[in-house]
């Protein structure tokens, strides 16, 4: 396919920003891994592919419901019953054709997880709605000394917290410390869930996915958010 | 010790000093489905509190 911008011309109003230098290259050249694309993970998904991330994996189960659609900003009413990761990957190419991308169908657990290994990610982005498969990419990404960016959401709140195995003992542990045995009694379905809440989670989640990307220090904090309240927080992780 | 129920948004003032795990018992909590936070820090259960303590127990959310 004709390249139809330069680079340059694409990418220039964040190339020049002060606080990342230009870092375009050096992020054009990672893989991404997406686990869950439901109203985290599609955001996250969308702002990675234009930022310009070098390869994007998207990675989901499901199939695309009615009540996805309030924030899950990849799919449309005519996409009510499809499958989420190949919506996800049809959408993300209208918005960067210039991106390597794949979807995978699949369901992450114990059994599975090994399969992202063969995209070599850089990063896994955690945007999945139960503790149990992040428990997987947790003890996956410790195995593997592979970053990833837990991120969670219900009602007007969120988490955000990147983990870097191969830098600190401290960090590696932290989400078995935090959450192993714990088990989350609310849920979308009884709870609900403010569409710019978990809108704003993957804002905080893919900034610190690109710090990363970059070689740059994420947050060493849990960052805790509360948009009715317009509350931001950082605990200590 | 001062600890806030967000759940309920009441706080309860009590003489206690335990571990973050006896604190729920006694509080009639379940423990799995919350974490417990002290000075901006996320505890695990066997962590010991003491009777000057504030804590603020939030319910967990892993929605995505």
């Given at each position: 396919?004709?390249?139809?911008?330069?680079?340059?011309?694409?990418?220039?109003?964040?190339?020049?920003?002060?606080?990342?230098?230009?870092?375009?290259?050096?992020?054009?050249?990672?893989?991404?891994?997406?686990?869950?694309?439901?109203?985290?993970?599609?955001?996250?998904?969308?702002?990675?592919?234009?930022?310009?991330v070098g390869k994007l994996v998207v990675v989901d189960r499901d199939s695309v419901s009615v009540s996805n659609l309030h924030r899950q900003v990849?799919?449309?009413?005519?996409?009510?019953?499809?499958?989420?990761?190949?919506?996800?990957?049809?959408?993300?190419?209208?918005?960067?054709?210039?991106?390597?991308?794949?979807?995978?169908?699949?369901?992450?657990?114990?059994?599975?997880?090994?399969?992202?290994?063969?995209?070599?990610?850089?990063?896994?982005?955690?945007?999945?709605?139960?503790?149990?498969?992040?428990?997987?990419?947790?003890?996956?990404?410790?195995?593997?000394?592979?970053?990833?960016?837990?991120?969670?959401?219900?009602?007007?709140?969120?988490?955000?917290?990147?983990?870097?195995?191969?830098?600190?003992?401290?960090?590696?542990?932290?989400?078995?410390?935090?959450?192993?045995?714990?088990?989350?009694?609310?849920?979308?379905?009884?709870?609900?869930?403010?569409?710019?809440?978990?809108?704003l989670v993957s804002c905080i989640q893919v900034t610190e996915a690109i710090k990363v990307l970059s070689g740059k220090r994420p947050a060493s904090?849990?960052?805790?958010?509360?948009i009715w309240k317009n509350e931001i927080r950082k605990l200590k992780a | 010790m001062e600890a806030y129920i967000e759940k309920d948004d009441i706080?309860?003032?009590?003489?206690?000093?335990?571990?973050?795990?006896?604190?729920?018992?006694?509080?009639?909590?379940?423990?799995?489905?919350?974490?417990?936070?002290?000075?901006?820090?996320?505890?695990?259960?066997?962590?010991?509190?003491?009777?000057?303590?504030?804590?603020?127990?939030?319910?967990?959310?892993?929605?995505?």
């Open positions: 396919m004709k390249m139809l911008y330069t680079p340059y011309q694409r990418y220039k109003r964040q190339a020049i920003l002060k606080e990342t230098g230009n870092i375009q290259d050096r992020v054009g050249k990672k893989t991404a891994v997406i686990v869950g694309l439901g109203g985290i993970g599609c955001m996250s998904a969308v702002l990675l592919a234009r930022f310009g990849l799919y449309s009413e005519k996409d009510i019953g499809k499958r989420k990761a190949k919506v996800a990957a049809r959408e993300l190419r209208r918005a960067n054709s210039e991106l390597k991308l794949e979807s995978l169908d699949i369901d992450v657990c114990r059994s599975t997880v090994g399969q992202l290994g063969r995209f070599s990610p850089d990063i896994i982005l955690d945007c999945v709605d139960n503790i149990e498969t992040r428990i997987c990419i947790d003890e996956y990404c410790t195995n593997g000394k592979i970053p990833w960016v837990f991120s969670s959401a219900l009602g007007t709140k969120g988490m955000v917290h990147a983990v870097i195995p191969s830098v600190s003992s401290v960090r590696e542990g932290w989400f078995r410390k935090v959450f192993y045995g714990k088990k989350a009694v609310i849920n979308a379905k009884n709870t609900g869930i403010l569409n710019s809440a978990c809108n904090e849990l960052i805790v958010i509360d | 706080k309860k003032k009590l003489k206690f000093r335990g571990t973050v795990l006896d604190l729920l018992k006694r509080l009639d909590i379940n423990p799995a489905g919350v974490n417990v936070i002290r000075d901006r820090e996320m505890l695990s259960n066997d962590d010991v509190l003491s009777d000057d303590d504030v804590v603020s127990i939030q319910e967990i959310f892993m929605g995505g």
